[in-house]
């Protein structure tokens, strides 16, 4: 037995959400292809670790193996696969829309069509910020919040502010990255992990509040990025109840032949 033709193998074939005996006959059937390869690559006068490395490449790359075999054993895999990549491609779209180049056009429509410079997205006590009131250290106080929590106990609180601009700042602000933590584990392997996911959701939204406060199209807030992850960490957890699910499709699939 080649060691790493076998490891090769194993590495595919152990990710696969299927039955063992499914994983057991995609295995025999890699075996006896990269083994034939081999064996006629050694015929031919290469040494064995070429031999190895030449027939493993011939056979394919890993990730792109894992999802083939895994949409040929559970074609819904396979769906969900696209649909993840679709939606993440919509998603990333809508998310640079809403929070970056819709906020840029009102700042320009803005712009246009007053006699005085002013923004919008950036508030100083009592009204609006001109763009040389930005630059203002001073009012950066009503910008910037670095205080964990302080922003949310005062939406929770609502006091002396609109109800709804309360909810819809909170479950904004909890929404935005669920749909980043429910579809890159589909996506990535890497992102199968919560700390990755985690720390993935952290960047994107420290990434998302630098911008657009270095844009002017919004204020920096430590409770958006709070709010973020806690999103992010939810729709991982959707991601787990799906997986579980199909492990208990996959389960009854397999106790379903093994009695017939």
């Known amino acids: 037995m080649n060691e790493k033709l076998e490891q090769y193998i194993h590495e595919i074939t ?6 063992p005996q499914e994983k057991q ?3 025999d059937e890699m075996r006896d292809h990269l083994y034939t390869s081999y064996e006629g690559l050694l015929a031919n006068g290469h040494e064995e670790k070429s031999a190895t ?3 493993i490449q011939t056979f394919g790359q890993t990730n792109v193996l894992k999802l083939s ?5 559970d074609p819904l895999y396979g769906w969900l696969h696209k649909f993840a990549l679709i939606g993440f491609i919509l998603y990333s779209f809508a998310l640079s829309w ?6 840029l056009i009102t700042r320009i429509i803005d712009y246009q069509s007053f006699d005085f410079l002013f923004n919008s997205y950036v508030k100083t006590q009592g009204t609006l910020a001109t763009e040389k009131a930005f630059f203002d250290f001073s009012i950066w106080e009503h910008n910037v919040n670095f205080i964990p929590f302080k922003t949310i106990v005062l939406y929770l609180k609502a006091e002396h502010m ?4 309360a909810v819809n700042n909170l479950v904004g602000n909890f929404s935005l ?8 584990p589909f ?7 919560f700390t990755s996911v985690v720390a993935i959701a952290f960047i994107t939204s420290f990434c998302i509040e630098i911008i657009q406060f270095a844009l002017q199209v919004g204020m920096a807030d430590i409770d958006d990025v709070i709010l973020n992850i806690l999103g992010a960490m939810f729709g991982f957890t959707i991601y787990k109840l799906i997986m579980w699910f199909l492990s208990l499709r996959i389960q009854f699939k397999h106790k379903k032949y093994s009695t017939s």
């Open 69 to 73: 075999f895994q949409q040929v054993v």
């Open 25 to 27: 006959e995609i295995a």
């Open 187 to 193: 996506l990535f392997k890497r992102c199968k992990r």
């Open 98 to 103: 809403i929070l970056l180049i819709k906020r």
């Open 14 to 19: 152990s990710t696969l959400t299927c039955s």
């Open 177 to 184: 990255l669920l749909p980043l933590g429910l579809l890159l």
């Open 162 to 165: 609109n109800t709804s601009i």
């Open 53 to 55: 490395n030449k027939a």
